[in-house]
């Protein structure tokens, strides 16, 4: 197997969102895909998001958290990141029309991105990775998973000039180093900052 890729482009990214955006599952595809590329969670989290976790009431109304906050599967650490406005718009209106009776009663005990088979399971790993691989193959990407994500969350940091020690722990890496070469920056990367300096 293959180890998959940041996406590089905001032009890219763009364009999976409108590939995602199609069918009848869009509007969870494109939510799915936008939470995995602004928060620094592993798929194996992503897919056990409930609506409590994403949800809360405020002043008699539902209205989607600022941050999110779980204990990573993998690692057992506690990750707390905040969630955008545009974020929390997309996660609203999804709620909204994929939830309609859950936020009447607030009853915020359901998936966020449910399995079709029905019993209240989270989609699978391998649909999740099947929706994001898809999307970036149509684009003609190579080497796109639903990891990739993660990795473009991480790589898109950095190129805004985050400091890489932040960047390792919210991706609760042991070393800059592992977290450099996890968000895939290439000698390319390195050259374009070196003759961007031109003293």
């Known amino acids: 197997m293959n180890v998959v890729e940041p996406i590089r482009e905001k032009k890219q990214i763009e364009g999976i ?3 995602l955006s199609a069918g009848k599952m869009g509007q969870r595809n494109v939510l799915l895909f936008s939470i995995g590329i602004n928060t620094a969670y592993r798929i194996s989290d992503l897919r056990r998001l409930k609506l409590s976790d994403v949800l809360t009431v ?3 109304r539902v209205v989607a958290k600022e941050r999110l906050a779980m ?4 690692t057992g650490k506690h990750n707390s990141i905040v969630i955008s406005r545009k974020l929390r718009k997309l996660i609203l209106d999804y709620v909204e029309n994929e939830f309609p009776k859950q936020l009447l009663i607030q009853d915020f005990d359901y998936y966020l991105f449910p399995s079709r088979k029905g019993n209240n399971q989270p989609l ?16 003609g990407l190579k080497n796109i998973g639903s990891h990739s994500m993660r990795k473009t969350f991480g790589y898109f940091l950095y190129k805004n000039g985050t400091h890489i020690e932040i960047i390792q722990e ?5 070393s800059q180093r592992e977290t450099l070469r996890y968000i895939g920056i290439t000698q390319e990367d390195k050259d374009t900052a070196v003759m961007s300096l031109d003293l």
């Open 58 to 60: 405020s002043r008699g």
């Open 17 to 19: 969102k409108g590939i």
């Open 170 to 174: 919210l991706l609760n890496h042991s």
């Open 124 to 139: 699978s790993r391998q649909a999740l990775w099947a929706v994001i691989s898809n999307a970036a193959n149509t684009m």
């Open 71 to 74: 204990k990573e599967q993998k």
